[in-house]
Nanobody
């Protein structure tokens, strides 16, 4: 079955950096827009960043200038480089894949915890 496996989360101090990775399997990676979402305790899941197969990216205002999303279409992997981390970035981060031709085909990873200490 389709799998999205995130890694790279952890505990970091304010101002630190982390790089999240999401390896996908059993999807045609090139026809999926990939995204990173996050959900903090008591809050709704929100879009952090997304990237098309053509490498066009968009970001939530709260992370612009600090986070960078990228993808390697040869490795079926999407990344999220997170710099200048703040305590408010603390959340579970989820990888998402959306098929560009059909919303029926959308998948989520299991999530990875990011905790930023003050």
């Amino acid at each position: 079955q389709v799998q999205l496996v995130e890694s790279g989360g952890g505990l970091v101090q304010t101002g630190g950096s982390l790089r999240l990775s999401c390896v996908t399997s059993r999807i045609t990676f090139s026809v999926y827009t990939m995204g990173w979402y996050r959900q903090a305790p008591g809050k709704q899941r929100e879009l952090v960043a997304a990237i098309t197969s053509g490498h066009s990216a968009n970001y939530a205002d709260s992370v612009k200038g600090r986070f960078t999303i990228s993808r390697d279409n040869t490795k079926n992997t999407v990344y999220l480089q997170m710099n200048s981390l703040k305590p408010e970035d603390t959340a579970v981060y989820y990888c998402n894949a959306k098929n560009i031709y059909s919303l029926e085909f959308a998948y989520w990873g299991q999530g990875t915890q990011v905790t930023v200490s003050s």
